[in-house]
């Protein structure tokens, strides 16, 4: 009894709350299609907005259509060349595409979308994901498409979590998303859902749901019952972006080919070494090698260094400066 009214309660709140969607894998790839039944049976209204195609690893990287059509097909080859380079679902005017970067697709739901066909509906959080394939660390920060678009909320004023899952298999939605509450997809999907509902509901007297200039990042493991952690409802771990274990894009060469290949490389004193925040938190990667847990981290859009570190390089720079 108690359940339900509380159940009751919070789909009544949830009914004015709206939510952008993004992600990188495309607008068409099963995660973010399961995210958004989730969020919307949740009560959420929920636009989506996404990159036609896989727009993986561009960061935050501001690239968009300069035509008015598709100059190829996607990878799913369910919008095809010669189609409107932006536009919606027949059959549902809530999720759109558009030929652009994750970071650019925030952008063209803000400065058009919303304004012209959402009559500049006040979005409440922006969510992206789930990202096929984990964005652990400061080293995936600013490498991840997911994570791009998600600061580039979080610079236009606007609370925002990326979503990262381990499991790395792209797949079109109409081959397979489905009903089954264990499939990866629909287990990071309830995890989403879980973590959204917790925001709002603890949001109480606060202007939004994060503090200004926050955002999240969350990075969850390898789930379902085949898995051999079985794991399908992991925790979530607070965490931070820098630490011991954080790994570092590199490249591997070569010789026979003479091409290169992705190759991560042992993080060094720099990552590790922890200026802002509690650095005594485990990093992302630490939390994800640890099992069945979630890693749930809070950056910040300020980048400017900490007091001291700002402090010593204006020593060695003195000569130069001027005041304003
Ligand atoms: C990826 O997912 C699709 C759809 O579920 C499946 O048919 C395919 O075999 C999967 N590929 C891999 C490499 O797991
Ligand atoms: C999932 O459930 C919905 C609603 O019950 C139904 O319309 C849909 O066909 C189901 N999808 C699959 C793949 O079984
Ligand atoms: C995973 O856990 C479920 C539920 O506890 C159980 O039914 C299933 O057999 C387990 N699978 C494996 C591979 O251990
Ligand atoms: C290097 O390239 C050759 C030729 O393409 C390939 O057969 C080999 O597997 C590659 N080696 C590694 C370590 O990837
Ligand atoms: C990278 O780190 C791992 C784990 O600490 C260690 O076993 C390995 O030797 C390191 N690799 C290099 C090239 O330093």
């Not at 960061?59 to 536009?87: E, P």
Request: charged share 15%; glycine share 8%.
């Amino acid at each position: 009894m108690k359940f339900s009214l509380g159940l009751l309660s919070s789909i009544a709140l949830a009914a004015a709350q709206n939510i952008l969607l993004t992600n990188d894998d495309g607008w068409a790839s099963t995660g973010i299609r399961a995210a958004y039944r989730s969020l919307t049976d949740a009560g959420y209204n929920v636009i989506l907005v996404a990159p036609v195609e896989q727009r993986s690893g561009y960061g935050g990287t501001f690239m968009y259509s300069y035509t008015n059509t598709l100059l190829h097909d996607d990878q799913f080859h369910y919008k095809l060349q010669g189609d409107d380079a932006w536009g919606s679902e027949e059959d549902d005017d809530h999720i759109w595409y558009f030929n652009a970067t994750p970071a650019a697709c925030v952008s063209f739901a803000f400065d058009y979308l919303i304004p012209n066909y959402f009559a500049d509906l006040d979005i409440d959080l922006v969510v992206a994901g789930p990202n096929q394939g984990l964005n652990e660390d400061d080293t995936m920060y600013t490498l991840s498409g997911t994570v791009g678009a998600t600061y580039n909320a979080v610079y236009r004023g606007y609370p925002a979590v990326a979503f990262s899952g381990s499991q790395t298999n792209n797949s079109f939605f109409k081959d397979s998303l489905n009903n089954d509450t264990n499939d990866p997809q629909n287990i990071y999907a309830s995890k989403m859902v879980e973590l959204v509902d917790t925001l709002f509901d603890n949001q109480g007297d606060n202007a939004a749901l994060l503090p200004l200039s926050v955002g999240l990042n969350v990075n969850m493991p390898k789930v379902s019952t085949q898995s051999s952690t079985n794991c399908t409802d992991p925790k979530f771990v607070f965490s931070r972006l820098t630490g011991q274990d954080v790994l570092i894009p590199g490249l591997a060469y070569n010789s026979t080919s003479n091409l290169f290949a992705w190759e991560y490389k042992n993080g060094t004193a720099a990552t590790a070494n922890g200026l802002h925040g509690d650095v005594t938190l485990p990093s992302e990667d630490t939390v994800l090698a640890s099992g069945c847990y979630s890693s749930l981290s809070a950056f910040s859009i300020d980048y400017t260094a900490p007091t001291l570190e700002q402090q010593k390089v204006k020593v060695l720079v003195s000569d130069l400066l001027s005041e304003l």
